[in-house]
């Protein structure tokens, strides 16, 4: 891998989510391979976990599809080996399963971190992970040149934006409204707020829950975000095609045009901005 | 009260996603002010109500068949008489008038027996909150009579058809509800599970159980019993009845659902029990870590029981603390034993138990019964917290027993005469 | 407790085959020494195992949202939390506990609403004693859930095929087993109804709910209650409620079930309602004189309503006297008022209460809800007997819920999600 | 009628017992009638009540037959005016159809015993109504010259007994054991000892419950019993007779031999008797 997660946000920046393995692993490798080809910028790629309690009923239903075909930790870094992309990977898991992995009488956390970097993930990202918990997964992360991304809800701020905004690396996940995933088509108030909120905070900001289209992509970026993270919109569409027994090659090529779509709107939205003043 | 306590031991801890740390920071400082500081007189409230509405102090009634079987002295907390038929509806009472304090405008719940979205159900409705719970569709099966209640009581159950549809399904769907509404919302945990400060708030709300059978104890025989046991599902009955007698010397037993077998079904995903304290290891779900049924991967394994309240993957991390310390002894007693334990309740003292309470009863019998392994020796005083009444389990006791030979079971024919 | 009355009035006495006289002699000793002179102390154990067993006392609590709907204080006396959900067990186990004291060795009772059976049931299983229950095969099929408990606690069930297989028809029944069996077997009668001294006996055990009334009022409020209802079948419940107040200055309602209508088919012996007390005739049925459903001729009329627990053709003769005497008043709550009244306590207090309750919030309604007719003014406070809870009835509510078009109902298609 | 209750039990009795209308009227009529030509002593004629509770199975059945034909008080007189029999009769009922007939404005009782004096009933006998109840009955009996019966069971006795005896006319209905009527094939030690309770008391005691067979009737007279009461085992018969679609005669013809063999039965019964002594 060539790019950083550091470099990734140089220009507004298109970050998808996928499940990895859903619906198996040969068809997951070509839909994320599709995505990087359509432009991602970095990719967020599910590890499944059984209990995904911030993920809506799309997103969960892929991680079931990916636990069914026989998904495990361990065939999740086999999945990213085998990855074809110059993209960099950012993991997005449960605490549960870094906690449990490894042999039993390491250190717990330490072996996933280690067995991530080696595969050449370079962030993670841990929904049930609040900072408060986060001191160990931290160390770990520091230690083997992880970046740690937390996420920014409508409803974080004062003190614990405070404390979460010194911990971050990488970026920040901003969540573009309350709830769980799920592709939605409107814009959420909550998202200026969130990012007005953020102004000062010298770390790249990339927005996610609900985006489904370019023109949702153009106006967040306009509305001051540095990078759209797009799952929901992106996992219906290997539902659909898994439903329908689609050709896994026809139904990469949607998500390599609805990829393209995102990105440009990204790219599209930056022209909105109001230029800062003096530059 | 005591303090308001996030971790316990290593266990503990606030595992939840960003968006609900605001709410669950609000919900700490309403838990200290109220909870523990008695603020606007909210313990007071809540005293009055869970005595007015709820039936409190229950009795602790000397089980006189039971003495002569076990010869010792056998007494039984009764909290199948609380309003509504267990002891959930101390916490959800507490919880549903917490959230009024806080000004939230709407009660969500999951349930898995259905007990916890009755409780809460009643208690919205006493306090007239709209109210949604949330339940497996194959709870829902299960516990048909108690999803009428709660439709009954105006709320809105909404079936959760995810996973095998039992109560670590329900949780995580009520998370999600949560994370979208937490502005207006409260959501009452049924146990003593979740993230800070729920099982410290819950355990709590329940520890009025072990406070009456403290003074009932000393009035009824003069000195503290010598062991309490409760079934423990998540633990809130169990805690609830524990919690005021850490410091003293008594005997604690935690007894889980046993299932058909303690052995585990790796490949399925599958454990034919749900006794996480007897076996389960260090992990992290619905918002803490604690001791949960899991695979070698760190995936939350189904469990299973006889009885729809103990069929949990997870346990409240205070008790599994108090397992570690040697505080606190786990047993597990399996789906044969908890009903003949329960047709041995119903027919000799005149008490249909919960299903799962059946299973602090079959303790007794396993190590005291006259086939009883001796593995524990009785104290001269027993508490038994009955948890719960079995009304919400008739039909399940009836397939069930028709299932199997058991040979206490009054014959099943004559139920349809 | 008072003297032991025989007659009331007109009313009462011992209108029983001869074979039972003796029975019935024997008995009207052992009340007098056991109830009355609380001789070996028969009182003090009573009054320990309602409370350790039974649990009480019930407690008498507000109902928050029913008094802003009428404008003045209700409070609910709160039998429905007793052991078993209802009043029926202050009765059963004063009964079962004089047999044990008289050396009887078997318990029968007759059932209607399965309340009666269930808590005789229980008593006889926590005194161990064997215990046989005879009910109509029409209330069998009406209250499957209190069978099986019945069953659950070692309790023969047997079905009465005679007539219409309602609760009059399993009086005579359990009459004649007494008959032959009158010399071991004590017969539990479930209300205030029979030869004497059951009417008085009976009144007594449950006056403590009357006691219970008069000093948590003044605990709660500082005086007496301005009024006093209760539902009205044979009128346990009833006369229990009001039996320490009758010399004080409290209206008593006696609510009766008005069934689908108060007009009479005597071509058919039926009459749509059980309303004894408020269009019965003086007549003699199951050992007393009393006011009774009856045709021209003395036939007895069979009852109707859609609470099993009212369906009965008699009423208690002391209620009866108390009628006449204008000491009581009567009112009769039809069927779809029962119901509306059933969903309204269910959702607006979170008491889920059995359909015979409903009738006493229903007589609520009709005179002081918002389309009242006004007929009654009610006082400043006024307490409601919660005679018991509905869990027994969900089939029954859903099934008479859905025959009809009630505004306050919940949907019912989603109770079957 | 010229044969009185005081006379029947000259010799040991036969009493039959028949509810009115049992299943029909005209039917009814042949049986009981039928009885009398049998050698019925004194006919016990069921007035049927909706809850009789001293009855078992057998009998009850019988009243709902007969209520379902039509049966009422006052056709229960007409039922007795249309019977041609020279036998006495004896009215059972229950007490509730006593106190409910005639006008509402009169005397409740009073117009039950004129009517059934008036269509020549001599005597009334009433299962649940005790001694202790009866003084308004027994008023009007009186009054109008009927015998009031009562029943003494096995479990009667003592000042009881004593004070029924003072009131008893015509005969006791000395109940041959516990429970209710109903045809059994033994009998009972509780039968002598009854009869042993009585003697001394100067009034015919005819024995009921569950005598079925001549060689019954023989022992129940043998062991000191003035006549015997058969119901169940007669209503047996009409049942049969009813289930079957049995012609009226046919059944009428059994009714009469079980007659002839129970009054047979009974006047054996009187010779195995052991002598009083000085006789
Ligand atoms: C009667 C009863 N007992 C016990 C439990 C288990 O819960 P906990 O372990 O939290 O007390 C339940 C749960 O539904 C219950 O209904
Ligand atoms: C809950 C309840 N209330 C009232 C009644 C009516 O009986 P009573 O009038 O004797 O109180 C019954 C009878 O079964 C009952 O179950």
Known sequence: ?279 | MSQPDTKFGEYGGQYVPEALMPAIEELTDAYERYVLGNEDGFVDEFEARIEDFGGRPTPLQRADQLSARYGVEIYLKREDLLHGGAHKLNNALGQVLLAKYMGKERIIAETGAGQHGTATAMAAAHLDMPCEIYMGRRDINRQRPNVFRMRLNGAEVTPVDVGRGTLKEAISETMRDWASTVETTHYVIGSIVGPAPFPAMVRDFHSVISEEIREQSIEKFGELPGAVVACAGGGSNTMGAFADLLEEDVSLYAVEAGGSSLSVDEEAGVAPHSASLSTGEEGVLHGARTKLLQDSHGQIMESHSVSSGLDYSGVGPELAHLVDEGRVTPAAVDDDAALEAFHRLSQEEGIIPALETAHAFGFLETVAGPDGDGSVELPETVVVNVSGRGDKDLEAVIEETDKRELENAPRMEVFDP
């Open chain 1, 1 to 279: 891998m060539t790019v950083t997660l550091a470099d990734a946000f140089d220009e507004p920046a298109f970050v998808p989510y996928l499940a990895a393995g859903d619906p198996d692993f040969e068809s997951s490798l070509s839909y994320v391979e599709a995505l990087a080809a359509g432009g991602a910028d970095v990719i967020e790629l599910g590890l499944p976990f059984s209990e995904p309690i911030a993920e809506g009923p799309t997103i969960q239903q892929a991680i079931v599809r990916s636990l069914e075909s026989g998904m495990t930790p361990e065939r999740y870094f086999e999945f990213v080996e085998a990855l074809e992309v110059d993209v960099p990977l950012v993991c997005m898991t449960y605490y549960n399963l870094i906690y449990q992995f490894g042999p039993e009488d390491t250190d717990p956390v330490r072996p996933f971190v280690e067995r991530a970097a080696e595969v050449g993930i370079e962030g993670v990202v841990v929904p049930d992970l609040p900072a408060e918990e986060a001191d160990r997964l931290g160390g770990y992360c520091d230690e083997y040149g992880l970046d740690l991304i937390f996420i920014v809800a409508p409803t974080t701020a004062g003190d614990r934006l405070d404390r979460m905004m010194e911990r971050v690396s990488g970026y920040v996940y901003v969540q573009a409204r309350l709830g769980v995933t799920g592709a939605r088509s409107d814009l959420s108030d909550q998202t200026e707020e969130t990012l007005a909120r953020l102004e000062g905070h010298d770390v790249p900001k990339a927005v996610g829950f609900g985006i489904s289209t370019g023109e949702h992509a153009e106006a967040v970026v306009a509305a001051g975000a540095d990078g759209v993270i797009v799952g929901s919109a992106l996992v219906d569409i290997v539902a659909e095609g898994h439903e329908t027994g689609e050709e896994t090659e026809r139904t990469a090529g949607k998500l390599r045009s609805l990829a393209a779509e995102l990105k440009a709107g990204a790219l599209a939205g930056k022209e909105r901005r109001p230029r800062p003043e003096g530059t």
